[in-house]
């Protein structure tokens, strides 16, 4: 018996779980996503062949437009919104000198605990008309403001934003805050004695520092905004008035498992999957250019 | 050090308004879980009156906690919400620190492809597979069953993402070859000597694991029918639809849904924070 040395089977027994359910529940849903995006079905058991006509249907359906158009819309807000404020929180925590520092930390990040679901629950009824936090709130302030104003009839995006803000800023700024913390401060205070401004300092000296995970964090961000669904089905109870609510991944949910056709949602997985592929891509190439 | 004095005079205020916006909706969501719905109408957060600091405390009520654990089953939502999020969090630690240790720790052919593989798996978007995993769980009868929910995510790729940086960063080669020269099993060096050492990233991953199936509502969603198998966030979800105008009861059962989580974060902040920022640094 040879000791020391171990059967060339031992890893292949550690990796049976993971090959076992990345096969069965990854690869060959993987395939089928794609022999499906060719069929139509009526529920899981009938299913009828297509050829393209998903694919060719997809960019004449106007619903398919409104919902991309709505998730790239809320995935801007992400970017230009949400990302500089989380970045402006870590850079007012990331002082050593500052007292009760992890007590804010911790309040910043607490929403992030909370489920998408929770979320949209807790502000579809702060946005309610007549008894939201919202409507109270401003009649209190200025009591020539109605109390009957339905905020989630009208201001639909800006609803979705702000719950996206409560819940991921404080998110986002974890990362940030790690990122800084890696920054030396000798750096950034020699750049000081030299006379840069704190603009210039924060520009030239910061953050080239952490663009690595910037660079990470907006890549989550877009992804994890693209692929959107449960905070507006919940806040709106679906895809709001005239849709525009509606996601790319509701309107997956809602063809698959509403209306049962699970080709044209698996034509739908695929398109927002590219784009997905694409976005990845592009970042990549990005930050690669970006070190050289 | 005067000027940073003055910086931090400017700094104190700012962060302390945006620490009030953020526990607004916290605060509120409270209160209204322990409102009537009249006070709900009434009053912003806690209604006024003549008991201690001017508020009506007497009329603080658990109604809405009576009503939702004793006719609406909410208990049974808790339980199985308890039941996924641990159950998934325990399997797919384990999958996933196995999968993490080999692909660390073991020479073999074909390692670089399982590797490649492993991240591969981590880029699938879920929304893909919605349909397609469906129509399979249909045909494998999974359907509406704990099974279905639990079973794809034993050996989660990202799990084994973390184990095996985790693994490599902190377990010397040396030790493990010092255990097989003293005839110790392959099963047994894994569990006494690799695992206690991973410990912090167990922790983490636990807690991430059990938070992300706490949180989950797509899958349950699509998966279960029948309402006595739905987690608290699909049972919250189907409140709504029903319960639409009992504003203190949804908030009641929504602070009953988030509680534990909040709860077990402030318990474990350290490995929660280290479980999230993990995945960020490239090893």
């Not at chain 1, 002082?95 to 990040?109: C, H």
């Not at chain 2, 879920?126 to 099974?147: E, F, R, S, V, W």
């Not at chain 2, 988030?258 to 318990?267: D, G, K, S």
Request: charge should be positive; aromatic fraction near 14%; glycine fraction near 10%.
């Amino acid at each position: 018996m040879n000791k020391g040395r171990t059967p060339a089977m031992t890893p292949w027994i550690f990796l049976i779980p993971f090959l076992l359910t990345f096969a069965v529940f990854t690869l060959y849903p993987l395939t089928q996503s794609f022999v499906l995006s060719f069929q139509q079905t009526f529920g899981p058991r009938s299913t009828v062949p297509v050829g393209f006509e998903n694919f060719r249907y997809l960019f004449t359906d106007p619903l398919f437009w409104i919902a991309l158009k709505n998730t790239v819309i809320f995935t801007l807000c992400s970017l230009f919104v949400q990302l500089p404020l989380s970045l402006g929180l870590a850079l007012l925590l990331n002082r050593p000198e500052l007292k009760g520092r992890s007590l804010f930390r911790l309040i910043f990040f607490a929403p992030s605990l909370v489920g998408l679901v929770f979320v949209g629950m807790i502000f579809s009824l702060i946005f309610e008309k007549r008894t939201g936090l919202l409507n109270v709130a401003l009649h209190a302030i200025a009591p020539a403001f109605p109390l009957e104003f339905p905020w989630l009839q009208n201001y639909v995006m800006p609803a979705l934003v702000i719950a996206a803000l409560w819940l991921y800023v404080g998110f986002n700024m974890i990362y940030f805050l790690a990122a800084l913390q890696t920054v030396p401060d000798e750096l950034v205070d020699a750049a000081g004695i030299d006379g840069a401004g704190p603009w210039d300092r924060f520009v030239h000296v910061t953050l080239p520092h952490i663009l690595p995970v910037a660079g990470f964090v907006v890549l989550l961000s877009i992804l994890g905004s693209l692929q959107l669904f449960e905070l507006p089905f919940v806040l709106l109870g679906g895809s709001g008035p005239e849709n525009r609510g509606l996601t790319l991944v509701m309107y997956l949910y809602n063809t698959g498992f509403v209306t049962g056709d699970l080709g044209y949602a698996s034509a739908i997985g695929w398109v927002l999957a590219l784009i997905l592929a694409g976005v990845t891509i592009g970042q990549r190439a990005l930050s690669r250019k970006g070190e050289e | 050090m005067k000027k940073s004095n003055t910086a931090l005079l400017f700094l104190y205020p700012l962060l302390v308004f945006f620490s009030i916006l953020t526990l607004v909706p916290f605060a509120w969501m409270i209160c209204a879980a322990f409102k009537g719905n009249a006070d709900f109408f009434n009053s912003l957060f806690l209604p006024q009156g003549d008991g201690f600091l001017g508020i009506a405390w007497h009329r603080l009520t658990f109604a809405n906690f009576t009503k939702l654990f004793g006719e609406l089953g909410m208990l049974r939502a808790t339980m199985n919400s308890v039941f996924l999020a641990s159950t998934t969090a325990l399997l797919g630690t384990l999958g996933g620190a196995m999968g993490g240790y080999a692909l660390a720790k073991f020479e073999f052919r074909g390692r670089k492809w399982m590797t490649r593989l492993v991240l591969a798996a981590m880029i699938i978007p879920g929304p893909l597979l919605m349909a397609p995993g469906y129509q399979m769980m249909y045909h494998l009868g999974l359907l509406d069953t704990y099974a279905g929910m639990l079973l794809p995510t034993i050996a989660p790729a990202f799990g084994i993402f973390l184990f095996r940086q985790s693994i490599l960063n902190s377990v010397p080669m040396e030790l493990i070859e010092a255990a097989r020269i003293d005839g110790a099993g392959e099963v047994r060096i894994f569990a006494t000597m690799v695992l206690p050492i991973i410990r912090p990233m167990i922790g983490a991953f636990l807690m991430i694991t059990f938070l992300g199936t706490w949180n989950n509502f797509i899958g349950p969603q699509i998966l279960f029918q029948s309402p006595e198998k739905f987690p608290l966030s699909v049972a919250i979800n189907s409140l709504k639809g029903v319960y639409g105008q009992d504003y203190g009861m949804l908030m009641a059962g929504t602070l009953v849904s988030i509680a534990p989580i909040l709860v077990l974060f402030l318990l474990l902040q350290k490995e929660f924070i280290a479980g999230l920022t993990a995945g960020s640094v490239k090893g």
